[in-house]
């Protein structure tokens, strides 16, 4: 079984590359696999170009990997700062270049583009972790949760994948360590509660 982490943080002792490092040893524990992209580490380049958007020619190897990990993926985790109620541009821009015409989702025949269109992820469970300095309830009074429309509907139901989980922490800037600490304890338990862990299917060797 196999999840796949994004995360997107250009700082590694940053709080959420806390939040995906918990992520990844708490999956490896309940006998995941893990494919784990720190996407400012790796370079990640989100540019959508015009050739890419024609669709002609051959993708580019990294996204074609970047396409065949997630059209594979069991369960995916995405991290990220809420940043003007947005993620980071790098993470717009995988999504924009990875979660592409049929991968991960498709239109049906006669269907131009303007139709309701068929999820193609096999991931039926999504879990994003964001990280804000504004109190979450004036987050959702406020400024409406763009977060919560952007990763629910308009990008995991849209591909297919129904069960969303999404969770906030924060205040960020006035936090206390003893505060983090139960965070990322509540990181691991959210992930045990929707990744059951994994029968081994390894022979138990007979005692002598
Ligand atoms: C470019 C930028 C935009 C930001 N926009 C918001 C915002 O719209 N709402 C908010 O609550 N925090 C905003 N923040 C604060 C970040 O969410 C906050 O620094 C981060 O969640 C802290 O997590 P970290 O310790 O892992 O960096 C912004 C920060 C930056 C750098």
């Not at 196999?2 to 995906?20: G, M």
């Amino acid at each position: 079984m196999q999840i796949s982490i994004l995360l997107a943080h250009p700082d590694k002792n940053s709080f959420n590359h806390a939040i995906a490092k918990t992520a990844r040893q708490v999956l490896r524990r309940l006998g995941y696999h893990v494919i784990y992209h720190d996407l400012y580490a790796e370079g990640f380049d989100p540019v959508f170009t015009k050739r890419e958007l024609s669709g002609k020619g051959p993708l580019a190897l990294g996204i074609k990997t970047h396409c065949e990990e997630i059209s594979r993926a069991d369960g995916i985790i995405v991290v990220h700062p809420n940043w003007w109620g947005q993620p980071p541009a790098v993470l717009k821009g995988w999504v924009d270049r990875v979660l592409r015409d049929g991968v991960a989702y498709r239109f049906n025949e006669g269907d131009n583009g303007e139709g309701v269109p068929v999820g193609l992820l096999r991931a039926k469970t999504a879990m994003i972790f964001n990280t804000s300095n504004t109190p979450i309830q004036r987050e959702k009074d406020v400024f409406g949760d763009p977060l919560e429309q952007l990763w629910k509907y308009c990008i995991f139901h849209f591909c297919g994948v129904c069960h969303i989980f999404r969770k906030t922490y924060g205040v960020i800037v006035t936090s206390t360590p003893a505060e983090r600490k139960r965070w990322l304890e509540d990181v691991g338990r959210s992930i045990a509660e929707q990744f059951p862990p994994v029968k081994s299917n390894k022979k138990r060797q007979p005692r002598r």
